[in-house]
């Protein structure tokens, strides 16, 4: 495509994406449907740029006000992720000069607020729970796009197995640091055609959130709940660790969310799965299993603002208000999930959220009003697991990820044992 017309292009999808009426991810995909003449590298070129305009909106903004012409154009100019010459001699000298003198600006000169590319209430929270010299430590790590992490399928085959049959398809990996069923791809490869993915031996699926799944320690023959189970990543992550036996309920208010675990399901062998719409956190059908079950993983709604890499887009489209809403949907989740364990059986409340308000503020909040729960430390089950640098993932007795330190999404997890 000539550059011109891919520049209009990258114009049009950033003022379709900056409008924040869907998440960004929904607006790049049915973009390209509606483009399907795009070839991957221009597909990648304009998502890629998107993306670099989300991370930095507010510096890329700040230096779109000294050129000239449609702001979308500008912003994609600036934010632009294809190859460096490919706009050639197309652009008009004015605007080719405007572009060499914005970047060799010093951005370290700038103001906080175009450095940390966050909204002001963010930026103020991230700070008050790391530290000013952690939080730019993190602001860098959001300022880069997350790895491809897979699970391995441990019902269908060993990381080693599926390491060398990646190699062989020309896709280099390592095994994760911490997850004994991840692997990390070196850059972004496409593996939804190869073998080892249709036959169901791996799943994308970040290091993190295969750690939420470990820490339920569930076991054969047992009754286990992914309470919010979604697309089923987690599901899937329990099945196999409960070998296809007992019971596995995924439950979910999306029956959307539920379709797509269809096809996973398909390809994962498991065959102890039910997947339940549910209309909402008290339904009787839930009412049914209380006091029944030995597991229970809560993986709740949030803002889901520890996945920044992936979603930029979050930290425009989020706002205190936002965030003091979805804490009261956690606590009525957890609360419900909580009545289905029977005595002994262990809780997890997780989200992929970096703030402390949806994490150890409703985790303590629980402990407060449910003593029959007895905390425990995620330490012992992370080393039961074999993983030798636990206490590294750990902060007061709860699973504490966070980008910049473990080079995963951000995750946080509390576990309980009923009395």
């Known amino acids: 495509m000539h550059p011109t017309a891919l520049l209009d292009l990258a114009g049009e999808l950033l003022g379709a994406v900056l409008r924040f009426e869907q998440p960004a991810d929904a607006v790049v995909s049915s973009f390209f449907r509606q483009h399907r003449n795009l070839g991957q590298r221009e597909r990648h070129a304009l998502a890629e740029t998107v ?25 994609a100019l600036l934010g632009w992720q294809g190859s460096e010459g490919f706009f050639g001699g197309t652009l008009a000298p004015p605007e080719t000069e405007w572009l060499e003198r914005v970047r060799g600006v010093a951005t370290e000169s700038l103001p906080e607020p175009l450095r940390h590319n966050l909204p002001d209430w963010l930026a103020g929270a991230l700070k008050s729970a790391l530290g000013d010299e952690e939080f730019w430590s993190l602001v860098a790590s959001l300022d880069t796009p997350a790895p491809l992490d897979l699970r391995v399928n441990a019902l269908r085959a060993k990381r080693e197995e599926v390491r060398t049959g990646l190699a062989d398809a020309g896709i280099e990996t390592q095994p994760t640091p911490h997850s ?35 820490l339920t320690e569930a076991r054969r023959g047992e009754m286990v709940v992914d309470f919010c189970a979604g697309a089923g990543g987690k599901t899937l992550a329990l099945g196999a660790m409960m070998r296809n036996t007992g019971r596995l309920y995924a439950f979910d208010v999306s029956g959307h969310r539920l379709d797509a675990l269809k096809p996973r399901l398909a390809r994962s062998g498991l065959s102890n799965v039910y997947a339940v719409q549910i209309a909402h956190e008290r339904d009787d059908r839930i009412e049914r299993l209380a006091g029944k079950m030995d597991r229970v993983l809560v993986d709740a709604p949030c803002s889901g603002l520890g996945t920044l890499r992936r979603n930029p887009d ?20 957890l609360n419900s999930a909580a009545r289905l ?50 206490l590294d993932l750990v902060a007061d007795d709860y699973l504490r990820l966070w980008p910049h330190r473990h080079a995963t999404d951000g995750f946080f997890a509390a576990t309980w044992q009923r009395k």
């Open 51 to 75: 993306y670099t305009v989300l991370r930095r909106r507010p510096l890329l903004q700040h230096f779109a006000q000294s050129g000239s012409g449609p702001l979308e154009r500008r912003l």
């Open 180 to 214: 004994p069923w991840g692997l990390r791809a070196t850059g972004k490869p496409a593996i939804s055609k190869l073998d080892v993915f249709t036959r169901g031996d791996v799943e994308v699926q970040d290091e993190g959130s295969q750690l939420l799944a470990l």
């Open 314 to 333: 979050l930290k425009w489209r989020q706002s205190p208000q936002t965030i003091d809403a979805l804490r009261e949907g956690q606590t009525a989740i």
């Open 341 to 390: 364990l029977k005595s002994g059986g262990r809780l997890v409340y997780a989200t992929c959220s970096l703030l402390e308000a949806e994490n150890e503020k409703i985790a303590q909040r629980f402990g407060t009003e449910h003593r029959e729960f007895v905390p425990l430390p995620v330490v012992a089950a992370l080393r039961r697991a074999g993983l030798g640098q636990a």
